[in-house]
């Protein structure tokens, strides 16, 4: 059985524990702060293999939600035009300089008409902890 994460879910389960990071290596497994795209990668488990392969700069988002390359109205407020949803989040993360929780809740929004089918990730183990007193 699979589980289902959204790419909202995925920015804001990938942020937990993780300054925020902007510009080109945020994206990056070892960067100091992650970048909205690069929080959902971690999340789905794909930050390793992106930075691994290093194609272009989001592919693996846009294999994990295809819906990403749908051009999408802007958030009002901001000077930014209609464009892919990839690359507005890269803006809103970088240029508008949103937090990680705004631009979830932006992409949450977008979701209701764009993503019908969330991407399936691999259900994983429970973890466990033995307190030791």
Not at 7 to 17: F, N, R, T
Not at 24 to 31: D, K, L, T
Not at 85 to 95: E, K, Q
């Amino acid at each position: 059985m699979k589980a289902t994460m959204k790419l909202s879910e995925a920015i804001l389960l990938g942020s937990v524990g993780s300054p925020q990071g902007f510009g080109p290596m945020a994206i990056y497994q070892g960067s100091t702060g992650l970048c909205a795209l690069g929080a959902a990668l971690k999340a789905c488990g794909e930050l390793e293999e992106y930075s691994m392969r290093k194609r272009g700069a989001y592919t693996n988002v846009r294999e994990l939600w295809p819906w990403t390359e749908s051009a999408v109205p802007p958030p009002q407020g901001t000077s930014l035009h209609r464009m892919a949803a990839s690359d507005m989040v890269w803006l809103l993360n970088d240029r508008e300089q949103w937090t990680r929780p705004q631009i979830a809740a932006w992409v949450a929004e977008l979701e209701k008409t764009y993503d019908p089918d969330p991407v399936p990730v691999p259900e994983q183990e429970p973890v466990t902890e033995t307190i030791h007193q």
